[in-house]
């Protein structure tokens, strides 16, 4: 079974950026590349939300409204690694940030699409 390990997280001020991490491993014979990956987060109280897709190859990608122009989804597929890049951070991005892969890309996702999830790395924009 493939694990997914989000890393990146922290504390960083409004207006500041950050870069998120999610290494894929084991599941020998599994290919990274066989995966559309995407990015959701979930802020305490709130159900989990859709942030960010993209496809195998990273030729096509799909942005939430509220992320739209800020944030950067892409992957290097000789690393097994999907990355988020954000920008221009605000305080309502504060969140547990997951990622997770689909056999299939669709541009956007519902968390019931998945299975199971991470533990994600926490993402806290302070104002």
């Known amino acids: 079974q493939v694990q997914l390990v989000e890393s990146g997280g922290g504390l960083v001020q409004a207006g500041g950026s950050l870069r998120l991490s999610c290494q894929a491993s084991?599941?020998?014979?599994?290919?990274?590349?066989?995966?559309?990956m995407v990015w959701f987060r979930q802020a305490p109280g709130k159900e989990r939300e859709f942030v960010a897709a993209i496809n195998w190859s990273g030729a096509y990608t799909y942005y939430a409204d509220s992320v739209k122009g800020r944030f950067t989804i892409s992957r290097d597929n000789t690393k097994n690694t999907l990355y988020l890049q954000m920008n221009s951070l605000k305080p309502e991005d504060t969140a547990v940030y997951y990622c997770?892969?689909?056999?299939?890309?669709?541009?956007?996702?519902?968390?019931?699409?998945?299975?199971?999830w991470g533990q994600g790395t926490q993402v806290t924009v302070s104002s």
């Open positions: 084991g599941a020998s014979g599994r290919t990274f590349t066989n995966y559309a």
């Open positions: 997770n892969e689909h056999p299939h890309y669709s541009g956007r996702f519902n968390p019931t699409d998945f299975g199971s």
